[in-house]
């Protein structure tokens, strides 16, 4: 099982920005997709950005030309860029890592982060 820290959330004012990262406990490299998901108060949890383990990156819609999501190889990390952020954005942010091991699919979650966007 791949162990995942998130960091970085917080309370910031609409048009602000965050950085989030997620540490994973070994080498991205071994890692399919890595992503971010959010779950506002009384939603399901919904697909942010994700990145594949060569470098193609996906993002929901509602976030294309705001957020920016990066791997930090070198430190097994994965950064979510976060500009121009609105109310609608709050939730907690969860890294998720998706990984083929052993003939076998795993999915293995962080514990999450708040972000909260409000004056």
């Known amino acids: 099982q791949v162990q995942l820290v998130e960091s970085g959330g917080g309370l910031v004012q609409p048009g602000g920005s965050l950085r989030l990262s997620c540490a994973a406990t070994?080498?991205?490299?071994?890692?399919?997709?890595m992503g971010w998901y959010r779950q506002a108060p009384g939603k399901q949890r919904e697909l942010v950005a994700s990145i594949t383990n060569n470098g193609h990156s996906n993002y929901a819609d509602s976030v294309k030309g705001r957020f920016t999501i990066s791997r930090e190889s070198a430190k097994n990390t994965v950064h979510l860029q976060m500009n121009t952020l609105k109310p609608e954005d709050t939730g907690v942010y969860y890294c998720l890592a998706s990984y083929r091991r052993d003939g076998n699919s795993y999915d293995d979650w962080g514990q999450g982060t708040q972000v909260t966007v409000s004056s």
């Open positions: 070994e080498s991205i490299f071994s890692i399919n997709v």
